[in-house]
């Protein structure tokens, strides 16, 4: 698959579960691109890195950062854009392999399975707690150095 494709199917997938999740209507448009463009983000860094956990985290903060930033703009919660971003990203299908493959007794399958799904969800939990967490600090910062003056 191309990236202009995989793009598409992050975007059209992320639209349905806005719909699920009952998003206001007018970010579900903006969620949906956001999720396609770190999707193919998470690709990228992945296949130049080979690092699932890099990947993850990278994919994750940028998820993060950029959420915080929404939240701000259009005035709603930043899970309202990071929760339905992560859709794409979450490791189902390694899930799958690794009961797979231990089914099929290919210990080996199973346990590179097993470490590439951990490294992608520590990743991605390590890089939203991080970013989020630093974003609203910052945010506080200067929230008490505009109350200072």
Do not use: H
């Amino acid at each position: 698959m191309n990236y202009f494709l995989e793009f598409f199917v992050a975007c059209f997938g992320t639209f349905g579960f806005t719909i699920y999740f009952k998003l206001p209507k007018n970010v579900r448009g903006t969620v949906s691109i956001l999720s396609g463009l770190i999707w193919v983000t998470y690709k990228y860094i992945l296949i130049n890195t080979n690092n699932y956990l890099i990947a993850g985290l990278l994919a994750s903060i940028i998820i993060g950062v950029i959420s915080e930033t929404l939240a701000i703009y259009f005035k709603k919660p930043a899970t309202v854009f990071s929760l339905p971003c992560l859709i794409p990203l979450v490791p189902g299908a390694g899930m799958y392999y690794i009961m797979y493959y231990f089914i099929e007794s290919d210990y080996d399958m199973m346990t590179t399975s097993l470490i590439n799904t951990v490294l992608t969800t520590t990743g991605l939990a390590l890089g939203i707690i991080s970013s989020q967490a630093t974003f609203r600090l910052f945010r506080q910062l200067v929230k008490e150095k505009k109350n200072l003056r």
